[in-house]
C-alpha cells in the first residue's frame, strides 16, 4: 500500500498538479458535512487533493481591464483538466483494486439540503480536504492559498476505498497570509467579514478565515449580475449597475432582480452554462483570489491594476470596455431608458 500510495501522489504530480495530499476518514474527523467523504463514496478512506495553478499572464490582463477572454478561457481550460485528473486518478487506483470516485471541481452542488441545489452546497468541500492534507493553507479571504503560487489554483480530489497514509496539514510559518485585507478590498460584495473569523476543526486541529457573511452576496457579485464597488470607482467585468445592498436579508431580492434584467443583455463573447442559470454565465469576478498572491509587493500591485482599471460598461453590440468612472456614469445616461434599465434601477 505504501508503494501504491506514494505512485498515486507522483501520478498526480506528473499530471501537473503543483501540490498533492491525502486526507482520510480520521484526518477529516470532526469536521463539517462536506468532509465526510463516505456521502460521495461508501466505504471511502481516502482523499487525494491536489491543485493546479492558473496562468498569470492572464490574470494581468483581466485585472486591467485590458482583457476578460484569457483568463476565462485558462479558468475553464483548468477546471476540466483538473476534474479530468480526478478521473485519472480514480481509474488508475480502481484498476488497483480499490473502489474510487473523482470530485467535480466546481459548479456541482448536493440536492437533498433544506434549499435543494439552489443552497449551492458542494457534496465535498475541496478547500477542506486540500488544507488538512497540506495542499495549501487558508488565507483570510478563506480561499486555499499555496506557498509558492498563491489563491490562484483550481482544487481537485479523488476518493478512494484505499487507506492511504495522510500527509500533515501545512505548518503555521508556510502561511504567508499577514491579514493585508486585500482580498477584502478587493471585493465589491462584502462576503468576507472583516471583523469575525471562522472557525473549522478537522481531525483535531482547528483552522481559521474571515466569516463569511451571506453567500448571496458572492453569488449576487461574482455572478456577474452587478460589480460596481460601493466607492464607484471601479468594479468588476460586469456592466450591471443594480445596488449592491448593505444588508444580508436584501441580496435575495437583489439577486432575483439582477437575474432577470440579466437575461436581456447582449452576448459579451466567451462564458459557460451553469445548471442553476437559465443564461449563458460568464467570469467576472474572482478578485479575492487573483489579488492573492504570495509576494505583498505583487498582491499590491495587482490590487492597484484593479482600482484604476475604471468601470466596465457594455456596448450595442455585446462588448464590454472599461472606462474612467465619470466617463461610465456619462454612458450609461446617455443610453436610450429602456436599454439603461438593463443594466440599473433607474426612476
Ligand atoms: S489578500 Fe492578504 S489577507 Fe487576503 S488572503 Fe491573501 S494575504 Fe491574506
Ligand atoms: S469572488 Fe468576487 S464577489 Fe465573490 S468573494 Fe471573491 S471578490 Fe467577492
Same mark, same amino acid.
Given at each position: ?8 501522489? *507522483? ?43 492558473? *496562468?498569470?499572464?492572464?490574470? *494581468? ?5 485590458? #482583457? ?8 475553464? !481550460? ?33 440536492? #437533498? ?9 458542494? !457534496? ?12 495549501? %493553507? ?9 506557498? +509558492?503560487?498563491?489563491?490562484?489554483? &483550481? ?7 484505499? =487507506? ?13 497570509? !499577514? ?7 478587493? %471585493?465589491?460584495?462584502?462576503?468576507? !467579514?472583516? *471583523? ?32 460596481? @464597488? ?52 460568464? &467570469? ?8 492573492? @498572491?504570495?509576494?505583498?509587493? +505583487? ?27 465619470? =466617463? ?20
Amino acid at each position: 500500500m505504501e508503494d501504491l500510495r506514494e505512485i498515486v501522489l *507522483d501520478q498526480a504530480r506528473l499530471g501537473g498538479a503543483c501540490a498533492v495530499g491525502i486526507a482520510t476518514v480520521e484526518t477529516l474527523e470532526g469536521g463539517p458535512e462536506s468532509t465526510d467523504i463516505r456521502q460521495l463514496l461508501p466505504g471511502a478512506r481516502s482523499a487525494i487533493s491536489f491543485a493546479y495553478t492558473l *496562468d498569470a499572464g492572464p490574470i *494581468d490582463l483581466y485585472l486591467s481591464k485590458k #482583457d476578460r477572454a484569457p483568463h476565462e478561457r485558462n479558468n475553464i !481550460d483548468v477546471n476540466n483538466l483538473v476534474s479530468g485528473a480526478a478521473l485519472n486518478l480514480a481509474g488508475y487506483i480502481e484498476m488497483k483494486g480499490h473502489k474510487s470516485v473523482p470530485v467535480i471541481a466546481n459548479n456541482y452542488y448536493r440536492s #437533498d439540503t433544506p434549499g435543494g441545489l439552489l443552497d449551492m452546497l458542494p !457534496d465535498i468541500s475541496l478547500r477542506y480536504l486540500a488544507v488538512r492534507s497540506g495542499v495549501g %493553507c487558508f488565507g483570510l479571504s478563506g480561499n486555499v492559498i499555496i506557498p +509558492e503560487h498563491g489563491a490562484t489554483v &483550481i482544487l481537485g480530489a479523488t476518493i478512494t476505498t484505499a =487507506e492511504f497514509e495522510p500527509t500533515e496539514p501545512l505548518p503555521p510559518e508556510k502561511n504567508y497570509c !499577514d491579514g493585508c485585507c486585500l482580498c477584502m478590498a478587493s %471585493c465589491a460584495s462584502g462576503t468576507m !467579514d472583516p *471583523d469575525e473569523l471562522t472557525t473549522v476543526t478537522m481531525g483535531g486541529k482547528a483552522f481559521e478565515y474571515s466569516k463569511r457573511k451571506s453567500y448571496l452576496r458572492c453569488e449576487y457579485v461574482c455572478g456577474g449580475f452587478t460589480g460596481l @464597488h460601493p466607492s464607484g470607482k471601479w468594479s468588476t467585468w460586469s456592466p450591471g449597475r443594480f445596488e449592491i445592498p448593505e444588508e444580508d436579508e436584501a441580496f435575495g431580492p437583489a439577486l432575483m432582480n439582477g437575474l432577470a434584467k440579466y437575461g436581456e443583455w447582449p452576448d459579451m463573447g466567451g462564458g459557460y452554462y451553469h445548471s442553476l442559470s437559465p443564461h449563458k454565465m460568464f &467570469i467576472t469576478c474572482g478578485n479575492c483570489q487573483l489579488v492573492c @498572491h504570495p509576494k505583498k509587493e +505583487e498582491r499590491q500591485r495587482r490590487f492597484q491594476l484593479l482600482k484604476e482599471a475604471g468601470v466596465v460598461v457594455q456596448n450595442e453590440n455585446g462588448s464590454v470596455e472599461a472606462v474612467p468612472p465619470e =466617463e461610465a456614469i456619462q454612458k450609461m445616461e446617455a443610453m436610450d431608458p429602456q436599454r439603461r434599465a438593463m443594466y440599473e434601477d433607474i426612476e
